[in-house]
């Protein structure tokens, strides 16, 4: 269950923030790659806030739920809501794998794993491009224009 609207981007949206990315975020969001290790922007960011869907804006994980797991992408245990995420059987590349999409718009994230810390387990290793970060105290950014709670402020980390 989440307080956000789930509702996907219509048509005119999707295009809309399609025509805004850079050919390396169609890549990685819309084509299901992946960015090479130990080169995206958050992999090293230790301030506080909220990381987001970079297409939609839709809440992704905390940062207090991120973790060195010296892989070369960012790491989470947790997602802001499990609702967020959709896992998808992935068996691309000759292995099994479970990806991770943004729930709201379907955009590829990373891949999630059974190898993560405590007190979930899991490791969600994300693709820097396919994440926005809003610092604490700034508000979320509401690129479907949908008002709200999605115009408001990140509340209090559950970590």
């Known amino acids: 269950m989440s307080v956000f609207d789930l509702t996907p981007p219509d048509e005119t949206h999707r295009a809309e923030l399609t025509a805004r990315l850079s050919p390396e975020e169609r890549r990685v ?16 960011n230790k301030r506080t806030g909220v990381y987001v869907c ?3 804006g839709l809440p992704l994980f905390h940062s207090n739920a991120k973790f060195d797991s010296g892989t070369g992408w960012p790491s989470f245990f947790a997602p802001y809501a499990e609702a ?3 896992r998808l059987r992935d068996i691309s590349h000759g292995m099994l794998r479970t990806e ?12 999630v ?16 491009v396919s994440l926005g970060f809003v610092a604490a105290g700034e508000r979320f950014p ?18």
């Open 142 to 159: 509401n690129p479907l224009g949908r008002g709200g709670v999605e115009a408001t402020e990140p509340s209090e980390t559950p970590y």
């Open 29 to 44: 969001l819309l084509a299901h790659g992946t960015e090479a290790p130990f080169c995206g922007a958050f992999l090293d």
């Open 84 to 86: 967020h995420l959709r």
């Open 113 to 128: 794993f059974p190898d993560g810390p405590p007190p979930t387990g899991e490791r969600h290793c994300l693709n820097s």
């Open 54 to 56: 970079r297409f939609c």
């Open 100 to 111: 991770i999409v943004c729930a709201r718009c379907g955009s590829h994230l990373g891949h």
